[in-house]
Structure formats: structure tokens, C-alpha cells
């Protein structure tokens, strides 16, 4: 019984996203509709804000930090298409002054407090107690 059976092939691998269902979804964001591309795109954007409240946690650990250090730092290590997504998002929270700064305030808010402040100098932002779970010393950042 020669050449043995073998098994079947496995399945072909799920399309992945690509830029053009992105801009079709978000056309249909623009004219109010979400052309079914809304929870896809919503899917995409608590992705993009978790990448963010992760490095902004773990630029925390070692101490308090500005909130342009953070800003600085934190949106350098992130995807360039993390940066783009949390940037349309915060412009729509901003109104287009800073939306990447709105973004990053709306994590503060999460998961930091200010320091207290040593001599005038500028307001410094420290990890709050409840934080610290969602801290992992093997993350590389």
C-alpha cells in the first residue's frame, strides 16, 4: 500500500486587514455610517491604545516622568500605524491641537497620578498602586 496515505492539507490562512478595507471603513465612519467596518476599526484602535498604556506603564516603573518625556518616548517605540490610528482617534477627542497628547492624557488617567511636584520644576506623573499588576519585568522597552 504504497505511497501511504497522507493527511489532508491544512486550511489556508485567514486574509489578513489590509490598507484598503482600512480606508473603506473609514469612509463609512465620515458619512455616519460604519459600513460594517466599525467594530473592526474599533477593534484596531483598543489595540493601538493598549500598545500605548503598555509602554507608557513600563516607562513609569522606574520612576516619575514628564509628560513630554512620556510623550517623547512612548509614541517612538509604537507602530508607525499605532501612532497614525491613536492620532485620528485623538483628534477627535482634541479637536486637532494635540491629538496625540489627548491620547496620552486619557491613559494618564488610567493608570498614573501626579507626583508630587519638588521645587517648581515640572509636573511629573508616577505609576498609580493598581497599576503595578499589569507591570512585567520581561517586557522590553
Do not use: N
Not at 493527511?7 to 490598507?19: E, G, Q
Request: hydrophobic share 35%; glycine share 12%; net charge negative.
Amino acid at each position: 500500500l504504497w505511497p501511504p496515505k497522507l493527511p489532508p492539507p491544512p486550511p489556508p490562512p485567514m486574509p489578513c486587514p489590509t490598507d484598503e478595507s482600512t480606508e473603506a471603513s473609514e469612509e463609512g465612519r465620515q458619512d455616519g455610517s460604519d459600513g460594517g467596518g466599525g467594530s473592526r476599526r474599533a477593534a484596531v484602535v483598543a489595540q493601538a491604545k493598549g500598545r500605548l498604556r503598555r509602554e507608557v506603564l513600563h516607562a513609569l516603573a522606574p520612576g516619575p516622568r514628564t509628560h513630554s518625556d512620556l510623550a517623547e518616548g512612548a509614541f517612538a517605540l509604537l507602530p508607525a500605524r499605532d501612532a497614525a490610528v491613536l492620532s485620528e482617534e485623538g483628534q477627535q477627542v482634541d479637536g486637532g491641537d494635540d491629538p496625540a497628547g489627548a491620547m496620552l492624557d486619557e491613559i494618564l488617567g488610567e493608570i498614573a497620578e501626579r507626583a508630587p511636584a519638588s521645587g517648581g520644576g515640572p509636573v511629573k506623573w508616577r505609576l498609580r498602586r493598581d497599576a503595578w499588576d499589569d507591570y512585567d519585568p520581561a517586557f522590553f522597552h
